[in-house]
T-cell receptor, first 121, second 113 residues
Framework: NAGVTQTPKFQVLKTGQSMTLQCAQD?????MYWYRQDPGMGLRLIYY???????DKGEVPNGYNVSRLNKREFSLRLESAAPSQTSVYFC????????????????????FGPGTRLTVL | DAKTTQPTSMDCAEGRAANLPCNHS???????VYWYRQIHSQGPQYIIH???NNETNEMASLIITEDRKSSTLILPHATLRDTAVYYC??????????????FGKGTHLIIQP
């Protein structure tokens, strides 16, 4: 199992250019996520997808679009890149949470890819 | 979600137990405590999670105080490979099938040889 894979590993763009970051998982997980991490900071959620055909906005969705192509693949698109989007982008996947105590659900663990390091000049 | 407070950095000698504290004084009854770590800019890695009871797995132990306002992650025999940023996350899962995690700045744990 490769787990979660991301392409490309590195990318340099000029302001205004567009690109798509690719993510795939081979663990048959229903849920997938895109995060960004700026220097010295924790990760912030951009978009997520609970299942094939559904997507939802996270904390910082502006300037991004996503596509859940099938159960395996979840892509992130920058239509017009800006220097503020310089960051490391992580994709993750997880199974749905299991039913826990008192009717609450817990997460299963999220599995992260190696990241894409994007620089926008 | 409850806010968490962690020290910015900690040192620990190799072979000793590393104890990483986390305060979450506003945690509610149905929120879980999760720990992830991130080694040198790799993707974060799940370590452990718990609700109220202490938990142990092959990587670590999680001790949650009785009032659930704080917790401690214990790496029993730290190695140099445990040098990483450790994130304490408190989260209630809404049950909608997926939900993202909220990462703070975490604790940078440095294992000294």
């Amino acid at each position: 199992n490769a787990g979660v894979t991301q392409t490309p590993k590195f990318q340099v763009l000029k302001t205004g250019q567009s690109m798509t970051l690719q993510c795939a998982q081979d663990m048959n997980h229903n849920s997938m996520y895109w995060y960004r991490q700026d220097p010295g900071m924790g990760l912030r959620l951009i978009y997520y997808s609970a299942s094939e055909g559904t997507t939802d906005k996270g904390e910082v969705p502006n300037g991004y679009n996503v596509s859940r192509l099938n159960k395996r693949e979840f892509s992130l698109r920058l239509e017009s890149a800006a220097p503020s989007q310089t960051s490391v982008y992580f994709c993750a996947s997880s199974t749905p949470g299991e039913l826990g105590l008192a009717g609450t659900r817990t997460y299963n663990e999220q599995f992260f890819g190696p990241g894409t390091r994007l620089t926008v000049l | 979600d409850a806010k968490t407070t962690q020290p910015t950095s900690m040192d620990c000698a190799e072979g000793r137990a590393a104890n990483l504290p986390c305060n979450h004084s506003t945690i509610s009854g149905n929120e879980y405590v999760y720990w992830y770590r991130q080694i040198h800019s790799q993707g974060p890695q799940y370590i452990i999670h718990g609700l109220k009871n202490n938990e142990t797995n092959e990587m670590a132990s999680l001790i949650i105080t009785e009032d659930r306002k704080s917790s401690t992650l214990i790496l029993p025999h730290a190695t140099l490979r445990d040098t990483a940023v450790y994130y304490c996350i408190v989260r209630y899962y809404s049950g909608g099938g997926a939900d993202g995690l909220t990462f703070g700045k975490g604790t940078h744990l440095i294992i000294q040889p």
